[in-house]
């Protein structure tokens, strides 16, 4: 079954400072695969997608991500975090031609604080 | 329309009580999608539409829970006898084409149910 593993529930950083949020997941078949962002009492916000072009994948706001197939990774970064940066991050995922439905798989989801 | 819009934001309710949850999806927008995002955790998928039909309801949890969208663009989706267990967000999110996978999906900004 397809699946989507955030790896840590919260991270914590200084402005200023790198951003990495982990992401792995589970498919048999060639997955498109999505960050989303959600603010405090706000809709989820895309910030970029990959779908099976180039791997490297610059999305909104200075993030981007590295689609990994070797290791079923995706994990977003940031250069330098700022404090309009703290949110819920959510990896997605989603797997065609299996399912037509094209519904997201939504990960747990990462807390971002951004310290001062 | 901007974006996808949802009515009511909030909704309290008494348990065994009937509720409707509206969506409005982006004008021209063929496929909705209905989502649940529980306290902590990351959205699940309830039904797909593409156009008035109901392509997927597997996300659907029991017989309670009932989608329509008569005339392809608004939605309704109907809880039944509603129980604590249903208290959660409730998203909405249309992309332009059923059946593309690589469309971007659009969110609301839910209907946060309460169950007392």
């Known amino acids: 079954a397809q699946s989507v593993t955030q790896l840590d529930s919260h991270v914590s950083v200084s402005e200023g400072t790198p951003v990495l949020l982990r992401c792995n997941y589970s498919s048999s078949y060639s997955p498109s695969l999505f960050w989303y962002v959600q603010h405090p009492n706000k809709g989820l916000q895309l910030l970029l997608k990959y779908t099976s072009a180039a791997t490297l994948v610059k999305g909104i706001n200075g993030f981007e991500a590295e689609f990994k197939k070797s290791e079923t990774s995706f994990h977003l970064t940031k250069p330098s975090a700022h404090m309009s940066d703290a949110a819920e991050y959510f990896c997605v995922v989603r797997i065609f031609p299996m399912d037509s439905s094209y519904k997201l798989i939504f990960g747990s989801g990462t807390r971002l604080l951004v310290r001062p | 329309g901007a974006g996808v819009s949802q009515t009511p934001s909030n909704k309290v309710t008494e348990k065994g009580k009937y509720v409707e949850l509206r969506c409005d999806p982006i004008s021209g927008h063929t496929a909705l999608y209905w989502y649940r995002q529980s306290l902590g955790q990351g959205p699940e998928f309830l039904i797909y539409f593409q156009g008035t039909g109901a392509a997927d309801d597997s996300g659907l949890p029991n017989d309670r829970f009932f989608a329509v969208r008569p005339e392809g663009s608004v939605s309704t989706l109907k809880i039944q006898r509603t129980e604590r267990g249903d208290s959660a967000v409730y998203l909405c999110?249309?992309?332009?084409?059923?059946?593309?996978?690589?469309?971007?999906?659009?969110f609301g900004p839910g209907t946060r149910l309460t169950v007392l």
């Open positions: 999110a249309s992309s332009p084409r059923a059946g593309q996978g690589t469309d971007t999906q659009y």
